[in-house]
């Protein structure tokens, strides 16, 4: 059931293209290339001409090429505008979508154009956990009642605040309030914030702390939340991917362990 998972006799590999090659799209083809279960058959990309090294999948131009293909999901990891061109197009063509962009959710017109767009294809849109923990837990805390969510989400200064951040002695707050606000001014790191919002009390409701912090060398998330269920803690300090900074390597992980589960007979969690 792990990344190392196999194809059953007669199985054939999940049929998967992606939007975006970065930090994201480079790890998720890592993944499958250890196993039989996964095959990418493209990647759509602004610049085909680039060299991409040897584990880039085969790439194209449009959205068209890549449905030409005939997957039968695509993950996105190219960020907001990427879900927002191309999510509801992939949705209505009768394609599952796996989508990393969640902070894009913070606007309610495009969640509702996914969710029509889902309907209209029959289709799927999943929004993987990236680089956090425990969305099962606060998504079924959800359901006997939330009272309320936090989530701290602390960086290396220089990742957030760039050469800025050289004269900075200790941690700073960038940003204290709610996460709908907070996933708009930092719309590259608070993806994993929205996924927390959505899974929980939403993002009107959750509270998001942002923190340059010049001692930290890893990306860190704590979540806190208490309601009926009794009350949870949860911290991940994330190594950033090798090809981006500002993406955890747990990201690419979690995208590739949603297309996995698509296999599954015995699902855990």
Do not use: W
């Not at 993950?75 to 949705?91: F, K, N, Q, S």
């Not at 998504?139 to 960086?155: D, I, M």
């Amino acid at each position: 059931m792990g990344a190392t998972a196999a194809a059953g006799p007669g199985e054939r590999p999940i049929r998967v293209g992606l939007i975006g090659l970065g930090a994201i799209g480079i790890g998720i083809a890592r993944l499958a290339q250890r196993s039989d279960v996964v095959t990418i058959l493209g990647a759509l990309v602004r610049d085909v001409s680039r060299e991409r090294g040897p584990h880039a999948p085969p790439v194209v131009r449009s959205l068209a090429e890549l449905l030409a293909l005939e997957p039968e999901v695509i993950v996105e990891g190219a960020g907001h505008a990427a879900l927002r061109e191309y999510g509801p197009t992939i949705l209505r063509a009768g394609c599952d979508l796996v989508a990393l962009s969640a902070g894009a959710l913070a606007d309610p017109d495009l969640l509702a154009q996914l969710e029509l767009a889902a309907r209209d294809g029959s289709s799927h849109l999943r929004v993987a956990s990236g680089a956090i923990a425990g969305l099962d837990a606060i998504s079924s805390a959800a359901v006997g009642g939330l009272a309320s969510v936090r989530h701290t989400l602390s960086k290396p200064a220089r990742t957030l605040l760039g050469a800025a951040a050289d004269d900075l002695q200790e941690a700073r707050v960038l940003y204290e309030g709610p996460a709908r606000e907070g996933v708009r001014r930092f719309p590259e790191s608070a993806n994993v914030v929205a996924a927390v919002s959505l899974a929980g009390i939403g993002l009107d409701r959750t509270e998001l702390r942002v923190v340059a912090d010049p001692t930290l060398d890893r990306n860190r998330h704590v979540v806190e939340a208490e309601g009926a269920f009794g009350d949870l803690r949860i911290e991940v300090r994330n190594v950033p991917s090798d090809e981006n900074p500002r993406t955890g390597r747990l990201t690419a992980m979690s995208a590739y362990r949603v297309l996995l589960a698509r296999r599954e007979r015995v699902s855990i969690g």
